[in-house]
C-alpha cells in the first residue's frame, strides 16, 4: 500500500476514511463531504486504488492511501485477499468511522471494518448496477451471491445509506438491511453555482457550435458511458426516427465504451449518420449549456449525476421512467418521463419538446428549482454530516 501522508498521525481528531474501489470515485462524488469533515476538524483518509485523482486529494487536506482490489474478479480467494488488504490498511489508523461505497468495498469494507474494531461503520448503495438489469443465468447468479454477501456484511453495520427509494425499500423487503438501518440521501449532491446556465461562458458555447458545425440547429443531447443499459439502443432509434421529420434537429452522443462491461456497445454501432458521437469529452458544462433537450432513457440507475447537472443547468429532460432516473424529474413538471426500453415512448416525448419551446423552458426553470430544493450540494453535505454525527 502507499501512503500520501502530509498531517501528523498523533493528532487525537475524529478519523473518518471513505473506502472506493476507485480513486475518481471518491473524487468526483465525496470530494465536498470530505472537504466538509476536514473544514469541521476530522481528520480524513481516502481509501482507494491508485489513479489520477489519487494525489489531488492533499490538496484538500485528505490523506491517500491506496490498496489494492479487482473490480471485475468473482475469483473467492482474490476477493478473501482484498478484505485482508482492508484490513491492513484501515487497522493503523485507529479510525472512529470508515464509510464504504459501491458493492464490493461495502460488502468488504463492513468485513474489515468489523474485524479491525471500527466504531462506527457505513455503507452507501449509489446503485445496483447491471446485474440487476439483465436476466441471463450468469446475472441472476451473481444478484443472488451478492445479496448473501450483502445481509451477511450488512449485519456488522451502523447504517446503510441508500441514494433512492427503490433500492432501499428492496433492501429492507428482502431482509438485506434492517429497516432502523436504512437511510435515504437522495443522491450525492450537484453544485448548483457551478451547473448554473447563467455562469457560463456565452463565447464558449458560440465557438463550440461552431466546431461541432451545428449552427442554429435544435440540439438533443445524451452524456453517458457507451453501454446498452443506458439506453444508447433507443436513443439512436429515436434518432433516426426523428432526423427524418427534423432535418433541424441535431442529435449529439457523449460517452466511451466501457470494455469489459457487460453491457459495452460497441463501436461501430455508434458511428451514425443521424447522431453526432463525441466520444468522452471534458467540456460537458458548455455541451449541456448548448442543448435545447437533454435525454437519458436509461434502464436502471443510483440517482443519474447527468440528470442533476441538466436540471442545474435549467434544461429539459426526457428520461425513463426507472429507478434513479424518476428520482430526478416529476413528469410534466421538469421533463417528461416515458416507458423503459421503448424507443417510440421516447421519440413521442422527444418530439413533444421539440415542437415546444415554451415548454422547454418552462421545464428548464422548473428542474432549476427543484435542483436547488433538494439536490443543491450543501443539503446533502448537511444530511450526511447529521449522520455522522449522530451518537459519537
Not at 474501489?21 to 472537504?35: G, T, W
Not at 439502443?233 to 432535418?247: D, H, R, T
Not at 447537472?309 to 418521463?337: D, H, P
Not at 419551446?357 to 454530516?385: A, P, S
Request: with cysteine.
Amino acid at each position: 500500500m502507499e501512503y500520501v501522508l502530509f498531517r501528523n498521525m498523533e493528532e487525537k481528531s475524529m478519523r473518518v476514511a471513505f473506502l472506493s474501489h476507485i480513486d475518481i470515485n471518491l473524487y468526483l462524488f465525496r470530494l465536498p463531504i470530505m472537504i466538509e469533515l476536514v473544514n469541521k476538524g476530522y481528520e480524513v483518509f481516502a481509501i482507494c486504488p491508485k489513479g489520477e485523482k489519487f494525489y489531488e486529494f492533499k490538496k484538500y487536506g485528505i490523506t491517500a492511501i491506496s490498496y489494492k482490489i479487482s473490480r471485475k474478479s468473482l475469483n473467492p480467494f482474490k476477493e478473501l485477499k482484498t478484505i485482508r488488504n482492508i484490513y491492513k490498511t484501515i487497522k493503523p489508523l485507529n479510525l472512529d468511522i470508515l464509510h464504504s461505497f459501491t458493492a464490493k468495498p461495502n460488502i468488504y469494507g463492513s468485513i474489515a471494518g468489523h474485524f479491525a474494531k471500527v466504531p462506527k461503520i457505513l455503507n452507501t448503495v449509489t446503485g445496483m448496477g447491471s446485474f440487476y438489469i439483465q436476466n441471463t443465468k450468469k446475472a441472476k447468479t451473481i444478484r443472488t451471491v451478492i445479496e448473501k454477501l450483502y445481509k451477511e456484511a450488512n449485519k456488522k453495520v451502523n447504517g446503510v445509506i441508500f441514494q433512492n427509494s427503490d433500492d432501499m425499500n428492496y433492501f429492507i423487503e428482502k431482509k438485506l438491511v434492517s429497516k432502523k438501518n436504512a437511510i435515504l440521501i437522495k443522491s450525492s449532491g450537484i453544485d448548483s453555482l457551478k451547473y448554473d446556465i447563467e455562469r457560463v461562458s456565452k463565447e464558449r458555447v458560440d465557438d463550440l457550435k461552431n466546431k461541432l458545425d451545428i449552427g442554429d440547429s435544435l440540439v438533443v443531447l445524451m452524456v453517458a458511458r457507451a453501454i446498452w443499459d443506458k439506453g444508447i439502443k433507443e436513443y439512436y432509434e429515436s434518432a433516426n426516427y426523428l432526423s427524418q421529420k427534423y432535418p433541424n434537429v441535431k442529435f449529439l452522443y457523449v460517452g466511451d465504451t466501457d470494455e469489459g462491461n457487460l453491457s459495452c456497445a460497441n463501436k461501430e454501432f455508434l458511428i451514425s449518420s443521424n447522431v453526432i458521437w463525441l466520444g468522452h469529452r471534458n467540456d460537458i458544462l458548455e455541451l449541456t449549456a448548448l442543448c435545447d433537450i437533454y435525454v437519458l432513457p436509461s434502464y436502471r440507475e443510483g440517482v443519474p449525476r447527468t440528470l442533476l447537472e441538466a436540471a442545474s443547468m435549467s434544461k429539459a429532460i426526457i428520461t425513463t421512467n426507472a429507478i434513479g432516473c424518476r428520482e430526478v424529474v416529476n413528469n410534466n413538471f421538469n421533463g417528461i418521463l416515458v416507458k423503459v426500453k421503448d424507443s417510440n415512448s421516447l421519440s413521442l416525448g422527444i418530439e413533444k419538446l421539440i415542437l415546444d419551446e415554451d415548454l422547454r423552458h418552462k421545464m428548464g426553470k422548473n428542474g432549476r428549482i427543484k435542483v436547488l430544493n433538494e439536490f443543491d450540494v450543501k443539503i446533502v453535505v448537511k444530511e450526511y454530516m447529521e449522520v455522522y454525527e449522530k451518537n459519537i
